[in-house]
DNA sequence: TTCGAATAGTTGTTTAACTAACTATATGCC
DNA sequence: GGCATATAGTTAGTTAAACAACTATTCGAA
């Protein structure tokens, strides 16, 4: 049942999204003027794997809400610049487990401040209680579509 | 002035705008449906383009938050397509202004009606007054980071 | 009036998303 | 055991974003 709470003069920022490209842009810059070579998509994967790694590359999929090839381009990446390495599961030879370098370890504190710091300028002048909707509603959206 | 309201480990979702992305994807989805032969991306160009067209790249540069590299490509694969046409301006010979064909304003009902019904589909369950709060809150992150 | 700066748009390069088609390995059923 | 099916990952092709470097036109100030 549609609750119709749009008009169809306001549909558009929703649909695109300005205010998340706009703090990754945001963040990008940040990474390049500190130094940090990595793309906002590469520190996305690195993010998960700093929680934990020697996950797979479809535990990554799950993880970072991106389909299989893109996994595979964003892991070749990385591995380029040293940052990761597949290493061939034991137990199922179909699998690749990615394993953090030391350097990608060294980036974690120095990136994860720049995100932090990023999110607080976004964030600016907004009460801390409508974050929290915010975020709420964004989650039950995407449920909604999942 | 930071106002510290993330802790580290809630970054990822704001950064990474998976409820738009889903958002979009679903529409994808119902153009492909539909027979609509529309990219998201397109079809943002065309959605300023029905409230308003003859207006130049520079001003869709604008209205869909995009540079003027990702405009020039998108008005040539909608040229391609036959849904808009490049008119060199009389008063200023640097200027395109940028017509929609008879076809572009014939998907203009179709299309809209998709969208809307993907809002709709997306913000099931969510009340008005937060849907209100959400938007009021990615308008200031996006004016913060503007 | 002319020359430097600003503006409008294009082109080239890299990175990434998405789809479809593909290989290789594992699983499960007969 | 052998074959169908599912799963993990890769490759190819198209579209798009961001950035830098570029051309053409216009504007503005000495």
């Known amino acids: 049942m ?11 920022s929703f649909i695109t999204g300005k205010a998340s490209t706009a ?5 990008q810059k940040k ?8 793309t906002i998509e590469q520190w996305s994967v690195l993010y998960h794997l700093w929680k934990e790694d020697g996950i797979s590359q479809q535990e990554l999929c799950n993880a970072t809400f991106r389909d299989k090839p893109s996994i595979t381009r964003l892991v070749d990446n990385l591995e380029k610049l040293k940052l990761v ?3 061939a599961s034991k137990e199922d030879r179909r699998m690749n487990m990615i394993y953090l370098t030391p ?8 990136s994860m401040d720049l ?4 999110l ?14 915010c975020k ?7 449920d909604n579509l999942k």
């Open 2 to 12: 549609p609750n119709n709470q749009f008009k169809k003069g306001e549909l558009y």
């Open 23 to 27: 703090i990754a842009r945001r963040l």
């Open 31 to 38: 990474f390049n003027s500190a130094q940090l070579n990595l």
């Open 85 to 87: 390495k597949r290493v």
């Open 103 to 110: 350097e990608a370890r060294k980036m974690q504190e120095a």
């Open 115 to 118: 995100a932090e710091e990023t």
């Open 120 to 133: 607080n300028e976004a964030l600016t002048g907004v009460p801390a209680d409508q974050v929290e909707i």
């Open 136 to 142: 709420a509603v964004l989650q039950i959206v995407y």
